[in-house]
C-alpha cells in the first residue's frame, strides 16, 4: 500500500511514488501520512463527483477526518471559530455570500489597472536591483501580497510579519513554533478588524459585524483565510510557472510571441502544476457507492489532484504540458459549492504577472539547475521557497 502524500522530486511533476495510484483504479483505500487510512481519489470524474456531492463534508470536526496537514493550519481549522471554507452549508454559504462580490469576474476587471501597476512596479524594483535575485522574494511573493493587502485593507508595512506567520502556519511542522504565530496572527488581526483601514474588512465590520450577520470572531478568521490563501498559493503558482516555462522553451516561446494564447496558458498551468494538492480534503458523512465502491460514512477522502488533472479519460495525452489545450475542467481549484473563491483573483495576477515578466525581462532564466532547487513537504502548497534567477 503506497502512503499519501508524496513529496515531488521535480516542482511541476507529481510525486514518482504516484504511479501505482496512475495506472490502478479510480479511487482506493490507502494509508495516509499521518497513519490514518483513508480513500484517495484519483480519477477525475469520480473526484468532481464526489466534490459536488452533499454527503461529503468539509468540516474537519467531523469523525474521520483525514487531517494530513501542518499542525497550525489544523488548530485554525478544528476551533470553534475556524473558517468558513472548512464549515459545510448553511453556514458556509452564508458567510461565502458575503464575499462573493468582491472576487467576481467583473470586480476583477474593475482591479486589473491596479494589479497591473503593481506587477510593473515590482518589476522596476527587481530590475533596479539587478541581476542575480531570488524571483520568489523579489516577484512571486510581493505581487499577490501587495494586491490582497490593498484589497483588505491590511497595512503593507506589515507584509513582513503576515508573510512570515503565514509561511509558518502552511508549512511548518514544529508544533510548538507554529502554535506561537497563529497566537500572534489572531492577535494582529483582532487588533486590526477593532478598527480597520478602508478595504474588505472595514466593509464587512460595517455592513455585516454591525448588522450581527457576522461575529467579530467570524470576521477575524475569515480575514486570516483571505489574507494567507490570498497570497501564498498565487505567490507559488507563479514562481513554479516560470520554472515550467522556462524548462518548456517551445511552450514559453508560444506563450511570448502571441498574448491570445495567455489565458488557456495559464488554465495549462493549473491543470499540470497542481500546487494545491494534499490540502483537498473531506470526509463522507453517509455511505456512498461509486465506481464499485462504498465509501463508508467517517471514512477520509483525500483528492488527488496532480493525478486526476492528468487522468487521460479528461485530458489528450494529459503529461504533455501545451499551453494550447483547453483546460478549464482541471480541479485545482477544488469542485462543487467549496470551489476557491478566489479563482477570479488569482487567475487574473497569474496572467498579468507571467506576461509582463517575459515581456519585460526576455533573457530571464533559471541561475541553478531545477534539480538543485529546494522544494517544499507533501503536506505543504507544493512550490519552491527560493528561486534563483538572473537575465
Same mark, same amino acid.
Given at each position: 500500500?503506497?502512503?499519501?502524500?508524496?513529496?515531488?522530486?521535480?516542482?511541476? +511533476?507529481? /510525486?514518482?511514488?504516484?504511479?501505482?495510484?496512475?495506472?490502478?483504479?479510480?479511487?482506493?483505500?490507502?494509508?495516509?501520512?499521518?497513519?490514518?487510512?483513508?480513500?484517495?481519489?484519483?480519477?477525475?470524474?469520480?473526484?468532481?463527483?464526489?466534490?459536488?456531492?452533499?454527503?461529503?463534508?468539509?468540516?474537519?470536526?467531523?469523525?474521520?477526518?483525514?487531517?494530513?496537514?501542518?499542525?497550525?493550519?489544523?488548530? *485554525?481549522?478544528?476551533?470553534?471559530?475556524?473558517?468558513? =471554507?472548512?464549515?459545510?452549508?448553511?453556514?458556509?454559504?452564508?458567510?461565502?455570500?458575503?464575499?462573493?462580490?468582491?472576487?467576481?469576474?467583473?470586480?476583477?476587471?474593475?482591479?486589473?489597472?491596479?494589479?497591473?501597476?503593481?506587477?510593473?512596479?515590482?518589476?522596476?524594483?527587481?530590475?533596479?536591483?539587478?541581476?542575480?535575485?531570488?524571483?520568489?522574494?523579489?516577484?512571486?511573493?510581493?505581487?499577490?501580497?501587495?494586491?490582497?493587502?490593498?484589497? #483588505?485593507? *491590511?497595512?503593507? !508595512?506589515?507584509? !513582513?510579519?503576515? +508573510?512570515?506567520?503565514?509561511?509558518?502556519?502552511?508549512?511548518?511542522?514544529?508544533?510548538?513554533?507554529?502554535?506561537?504565530?497563529?497566537?500572534?496572527?489572531?492577535?494582529?488581526?483582532?487588533?486590526?478588524?477593532?478598527?480597520?483601514?478602508?478595504?474588505?474588512?472595514?466593509?464587512?465590520?460595517?455592513?455585516?459585524?454591525?448588522?450581527? /450577520?457576522?461575529?467579530?470572531?467570524? #470576521?477575524?478568521?475569515?480575514?486570516?483565510?483571505?489574507?494567507?490563501?490570498?497570497?501564498?498559493?498565487?505567490?507559488?503558482?507563479?514562481?513554479?510557472? $516560470?520554472?515550467?516555462?522556462?524548462?518548456?522553451?517551445?511552450?514559453?516561446?508560444?506563450?511570448?510571441?502571441?498574448?491570445?494564447?495567455?489565458?488557456?496558458?495559464?488554465?495549462?498551468?493549473?491543470?499540470?502544476?497542481?500546487? *494545491? !494538492?494534499?490540502?483537498?480534503?473531506?470526509?463522507?458523512?453517509?455511505? =456512498?457507492?461509486?465506481?464499485?465502491?462504498? =465509501?463508508?460514512?467517517?471514512?477520509?477522502?483525500?483528492?488527488?489532484?496532480?493525478?486526476?488533472?492528468?487522468?487521460?479519460?479528461?485530458? !489528450?495525452?494529459?503529461?504533455?504540458?501545451?499551453?494550447?489545450?483547453?483546460?478549464?475542467?482541471? =480541479?485545482?481549484?477544488?469542485?462543487? *459549492?467549496? +470551489?476557491?473563491?478566489?479563482?477570479?483573483?488569482?487567475?487574473?495576477?497569474?496572467?498579468?504577472?507571467?506576461?509582463?515578466?517575459?515581456?519585460?525581462?526576455?533573457? #530571464?532564466?533559471?541561475?541553478?539547475? $531545477?534539480?538543485?532547487?529546494?522544494?517544499?513537504?507533501?503536506?505543504?502548497?507544493?512550490?519552491?521557497? /527560493?528561486?534563483?534567477?538572473?537575465?
Amino acid at each position: 500500500m503506497i502512503t499519501y502524500p508524496q513529496a515531488r522530486t521535480c516542482p511541476y +511533476q507529481p /510525486a514518482p511514488g504516484y504511479d501505482e495510484l496512475r495506472e490502478g483504479p479510480p479511487l482506493r483505500r490507502t494509508r495516509l501520512i499521518n497513519g490514518q487510512e483513508g480513500w484517495v481519489v484519483s480519477g477525475h470524474r469520480e473526484a468532481r463527483a464526489l466534490l459536488a456531492d452533499s454527503r461529503v463534508s468539509s468540516d474537519r470536526t467531523n469523525t474521520g477526518f483525514p487531517m494530513i496537514m501542518p499542525p497550525a493550519l489544523a488548530a *485554525v481549522q478544528t476551533s470553534p471559530n475556524r473558517p468558513f =471554507i472548512v464549515r459545510d452549508d448553511p453556514d458556509h454559504n452564508r458567510i461565502r455570500r458575503m464575499l462573493i462580490p468582491q472576487f467576481t469576474a467583473r470586480r476583477l476587471r474593475e482591479l486589473q489597472p491596479e494589479i497591473e501597476q503593481i506587477v510593473h512596479a515590482t518589476i522596476d524594483d527587481m530590475l533596479a536591483a539587478g541581476p542575480p535575485a531570488d524571483l520568489v522574494s523579489a516577484f512571486s511573493l510581493p505581487i499577490p501580497s501587495l494586491v490582497i493587502s490593498r484589497l #483588505l485593507g *491590511v497595512p503593507w !508595512e506589515d507584509h !513582513e510579519f503576515f +508573510q512570515r506567520a503565514t509561511k509558518a502556519i502552511v508549512q511548518a511542522l514544529d508544533t510548538t513554533v507554529t502554535g506561537e504565530v497563529l497566537a500572534s496572527l489572531i492577535s494582529y488581526l483582532s487588533t486590526l478588524a477593532q478598527d480597520p483601514p478602508p478595504g474588505l474588512i472595514a466593509q464587512l465590520k460595517e455592513e455585516q459585524v454591525a448588522t450581527g /450577520a457576522m461575529s467579530q470572531d467570524d #470576521l477575524v478568521f475569515t480575514s486570516m483565510l483571505l489574507l494567507g490563501a490570498g497570497h501564498e498559493t498565487t505567490s507559488s503558482m507563479i514562481s513554479v510557472g $516560470v520554472i515550467t516555462l522556462i524548462d518548456h522553451p517551445d511552450q514559453l516561446a508560444a506563450f511570448r510571441s502571441d498574448p491570445d494564447t495567455v489565458p488557456d496558458a495559464i488554465e495549462e498551468l493549473l491543470r499540470y502544476l497542481t500546487i *494545491v !494538492e494534499a490540502p483537498l480534503l473531506r470526509v463522507a458523512v453517509a455511505d =456512498i457507492e461509486i465506481a464499485g465502491e462504498v =465509501i463508508k460514512a467517517g471514512e477520509g477522502i483525500v483528492f488527488a489532484g496532480s493525478i486526476a488533472n492528468r487522468d487521460p479519460d479528461a485530458f !489528450e495525452d494529459p503529461e504533455r504540458f501545451d499551453i494550447s489545450r483547453t483546460a478549464t475542467h482541471h =480541479i485545482s481549484f477544488g469542485y462543487g *459549492v467549496h +470551489q476557491c473563491l478566489g479563482q477570479n483573483l488569482a487567475r487574473t495576477e497569474l496572467r498579468l504577472a507571467l506576461s509582463a515578466l517575459f515581456e519585460r525581462v526576455p533573457t #530571464l532564466r533559471l541561475a541553478v539547475p $531545477v534539480e538543485e532547487l529546494g522544494l517544499r513537504p507533501a503536506v505543504s502548497i507544493q512550490g519552491v521557497d /527560493a528561486l534563483p534567477v538572473t537575465w
